[in-house]
Nanobody, 121 residues
Framework: QLQLRQSGGGSVQAGGSLKLSCTAP????????MDWFRQASGKQREWVSS??????????TYADSVKGRFTISKDKAKGTVYLQMNSLKPEDTAMYYC????????????WGQGTQVTVSS
């Protein structure tokens, strides 16, 4: 029922940049990971990027399609995750969704409502 709040989407020319943000509307305890997914029209949802949020261990991972162009970052205390997108391509056009994983064994999650990113040639 609870949805993360997303912003930063929009339309941009190829080669441009956008920065997405995703914030929990309430305090979430024991956040263990944050993720971005995207779903192009008529296509299946795909994973884009993840970041771990442990105090003693953190790492980022990216889909091959965005590696070197996108950067994920977070503010765990604020329950916020960002996705800086550079050198955007038309194939990046999709609805982007964020997810925050939390709780024991990282088995619970919240999702954002999605924000549209459109990249034109």
């Amino acid at each position: 029922q609870l949805q993360l709040r997303q912003s930063g989407g929009g339309s941009v020319q190829a080669g441009g940049s956008l920065k997405l943000s995703c914030t929990a509307p309430v305090f979430i305890s024991n956040i263990c990971g944050m993720d971005w997914f995207r779903q192009a029209s008529g296509k299946q949802r795909e994973w884009v990027s993840s970041i771990t949020t442990d105090s003693t261990d953190g790492s980022t991972t990216y889909a091959d399609s965005v590696k070197g162009r996108f950067t994920i970052s977070k503010d765990k205390a604020k329950g916020t995750v960002y996705l800086q997108m550079n050198s955007l391509k038309p194939e990046d056009t999709a609805m982007y969704y964020c997810k925050i994983r939390y709780g024991r064994s990282c088995r619970y999650d919240y999702w954002g409502q999605g924000t549209q990113v459109t990249v034109s040639s």
